[in-house]
């Protein structure tokens, strides 16, 4: 079963890449979907409080839903691809301790393009606001980019330039997977 981990800063596709690996059989786990459609308290509450301010869940709360996630998924399932998790060096000791992970794709996108993503993909997500962008870009600078040396050493780890075409990417991405 191949178990990915798809990170990057906001706006930088890892989820259209997550969805698109579902062609494949390879089913999306997306933390922002878990926890928009959770009706935990605790997971509400956050959601209400927190999530817009960029902040991130709580890994006992995030690997909680993941596992859940994983649990449901058939024996013969081809894998799964986390999108939106292990965004912290404590989350990836946690990923390689637990199996969670094998492969990582780090989805590489600079800060201007990946702002002038997200405001014009309009999708409507109430975290699609320039101050909001600023905030959640400025935590994946604090807290994800510090666990890029972590992944690089325990895991399969893969540098994908986002800065490409939808396709482009996608290439990039199955030919590493060797899905093509």
């Given at each position: ?5 798809i990170?990057g800063?906001?706006g930088?596709?890892?989820g259209?890449?997550?969805?698109l ?9 997306s ?8 009706k ?10 927190d ?24 024996k013969n ?9 292990v965004r ?6 946690y990923a390689?301790k ?5 492969t990582?794709?780090?989805l ?17 997500r ?6 909001s962008?600023?905030?959640r ?5 604090a ?13 399969d ?11 482009e990417?996608n290439?990039?991405?199955l ?6």
């Amino acid at each position: 079963m191949r178990r990915i981990l798809i990170i990057g800063p906001p706006g930088s596709g890892k989820g259209t890449q997550a969805k698109l690996l579902g062609n494949y059989g390879i089913k999306q786990i997306s933390t922002g979907d878990l926890i928009r459609a959770s009706k935990d308290p605790k997971i509400v509450k956050y959601r209400n409080e927190d999530y817009n301010e960029g902040k991130l869940l709580p890994d006992d709360l995030i690997f909680g839903l993941i596992k859940d996630e994983i649990s449901k998924l058939p024996k013969n399932s081809p894998g799964y691809i986390l999108d939106g998790a292990v965004r912290t060096v404590s989350q990836a000791e946690y990923a390689h301790k637990n199996g969670l992970v094998k492969t990582v794709l780090y989805l590489n996108l600079n800060e201007k393009n990946a702002t002038r993503r997200i405001l014009s993909r309009g999708e409507g997500r109430s975290d699609d606001n320039t101050e909001s962008v600023k905030k959640r870009f400025a935590e994946y600078k604090a807290k994800t980019e510090p666990e890029l040396p972590y992944l690089k050493k325990n895991f399969d780890f893969y540098e994908v330039n986002a800065s490409k075409t939808i396709e482009e990417v996608n290439k990039e991405v199955l030919k590493i997977l060797k899905l093509k």
